[in-house]
Antibody
Framework: QLQLQESGPGLVKPSETLSLTCTVS??????????WGWIRQPPGKGLEWIGS???????YYNPSLKSRVTIFVDTSKNQFSLKLSSVTAAGTAVYYC????????????WGQGTMVTVSS | DIQMTQSPSTLSASVGDRVTITCRAS??????LAWYQQKPGKAPKLLIY???SLESGVPSRFSGSGSGTEFTLTISSLQPDDFATYSC?????????FGQGTKVEFK
C-alpha cells in the first residue's frame, strides 16, 4: 500500500527558508498517472495549494507563492521536496504532501501532515 | 483565477439529518470538482471526484452533484462519524484551488 510521509524541521525562523521532504513508500514516484503536491493548512483555516510536480521534474506553483516556492524530485530516493523562502508567521501551518490522480483529477492519497511553526 | 466559495461555513445538524453543502465557482468548471472530509488532526480524505463519482470505500450516503458553477455534497442520513469539515476542490490545467471548508457540528 502506497504511503506518503512528510519530514523536516518543526520550527523555522522568520525570513528563513522552510524545507520539507515527502517520502513515497510502497510504490514508485515515477508514474505518469500522478502529480505530487504540497498543500498547507494554517491553524483553524482552510486548505491552500502550494504547488505540484510531475516525476519528470515539471512544476506548477500557486501564483500567490510562486516567487518563493521551489518543488523538486529525487526519483532515486522516491522523494519530492518543498522549499519556501522568506517565511513569515503566516507560514505557520500543517503542511501536507499528497498524490493527485490524473484520472480522477483529485488528491486521492495524503501524508499525515507535519506542523511547521514560524517563530523566532 | 477561479475562486471557490462554500456555504455554509458552519452547519449544525443531528444524527439522521439530510445535509447539503454547496460549492460555487466564480466561472464554469465543467465537472472538475472533488469533495474531501477532514477530521481534527487528520489529513483530508477524498470522498467524491468529478462532481459525482464516489471514491472507492466511501459510504453510499455521500453523493455529489452539479456542473458548471454550482455543486453540492449531500449526506443522506448523517452518522456520528460524519461530523467533520468538508472542503471542495477544483483542478484544471496545472492549477489547484480549494474552498474554505464547511464544518458540520452537532446541533
Amino acid at each position: 500500500q502506497l504511503q506518503l510521509q512528510e519530514s523536516g524541521p518543526g520550527l523555522v525562523k522568520p525570513s528563513e527558508t522552510l524545507s520539507l521532504t515527502c517520502t513515497v513508500s510502497g510504490g514508485s514516484i515515477s508514474s505518469s498517472n500522478y502529480y505530487w503536491g504540497w498543500i498547507r493548512q494554517p491553524p483553524g483555516k482552510g486548505l491552500e495549494w502550494i504547488g505540484s510536480m510531475f516525476y519528470s521534474g515539471s512544476t506548477y506553483y500557486n501564483p500567490s507563492l510562486k516567487s518563493r516556492v521551489t518543488i523538486f524530485v529525487d526519483t532515486s530516493k522516491n522523494q519530492f521536496s518543498l522549499k519556501l523562502s522568506s517565511v513569515t508567521a503566516a507560514g505557520t501551518a500543517v503542511y501536507y504532501c499528497a498524490r493527485h490522480d490524473r484520472g480522477q483529477d483529485a488528491f486521492d492519497l495524503w501524508g499525515q501532515g507535519t506542523m511547521v511553526t514560524v517563530s523566532s | 483565477d477561479i475562486q471557490m466559495t462554500q456555504s455554509p461555513s458552519t452547519l449544525s445538524a443531528s444524527v439522521g439529518d439530510r445535509v447539503t453543502i454547496t460549492c460555487r465557482a466564480s466561472q464554469s468548471i465543467s465537472r472538475w470538482l472533488a469533495w474531501y472530509q477532514q477530521k481534527p488532526g487528520k489529513a483530508p480524505k477524498l470522498l467524491i471526484y468529478e462532481a459525482s463519482s464516489l471514491e472507492s470505500g466511501v459510504p453510499s450516503r455521500f453523493s455529489g452533484s452539479g456542473s458548471g458553477t454550482e455543486f453540492t455534497l449531500t449526506i443522506s442520513s448523517l452518522q456520528p462519524d460524519d461530523f467533520a469539515t468538508y472542503s471542495c476542490h477544483y483542478y484544471n490545467t496545472y492549477s489547484w484551488t480549494f474552498g474554505q471548508g464547511t464544518k458540520v457540528e452537532f446541533k
